[in-house]
């Protein structure tokens, strides 16, 4: 059965022009990358998302309307919900039933998805959103209806976001709806490959993170406003690709 729909989903790539033919071995190349994997869960369940509020107990799950869910008795993740290292659960479905609302299905995810895939995320200068006081800065990021919000440190960051969100798009534009081989893959390929790295890097922070939460001064998280810096081989990635 997962056979039959992996296969049923690599067809539906295909005719919608982002996959080629030809690229099997190619495209599952992070396929063993965790982080990646989440990465395109997050993409494609946005905005279902959890923010995970961690205390000295038991943590506290929120999401855009609700406000105290709780994670469904059969979740894995419902096993031992203090051993959670991120501060973001994407999710599939709730369930309304006897003593609350519950999540059936969840996986952690780091910001950086939640940032790049984020629907309508903007920069902005004010200084609370839904409810967290964020100090007014130009490199101050909300998304999510307003209830999601970064602060990016630096304007280098907020430029490397903008050049991702420009490109993820572009891709899109280009090749939706046309038939793809490999070879005209090659210009994304690098970009791809380079959050695709971004995307590990941050992972192996924010597990340093969970396990001194208070103590790290360049880890990701939300509403705290730090977030880490990207160097330069990577702006200059982003740089030499230009999409019309």
Known sequence: MVSDVRDQFRDLLIGAGILAKNSSLEVNRHAASWPVVRAAICSGLYPNLIRVEFRKKRPKFVSRDYDGLKLHPGSVNAQNPGHLEQEWLVYHELVKGVGGTFVYDSSEVTPLP??????????????????????????????????????????????????????????????????LNVEELSPEKSFLDEVASALVEEARASEVYADDRFGLEESYHSNSGKFSHVDDQKRSCYDNINYK
């Open 114 to 179: 939640v940032l790049l895939f984020g629907i309508n995320a903007r920069a902005t200068v004010d200084d609370r959103v839904h409810g967290f006081s964020l100090t007014p800065s130009a490199t101050s990021f909300v998304l999510g209806d307003d209830w999601i919000a970064y602060d990016l440190g630096s304007d280098e960051n907020v430029y490397l976001v903008k050049k991702c969100q420009e490109v993820f798009d572009s891709i899109l534009d280009k090749h939706l709806g046309q038939t």
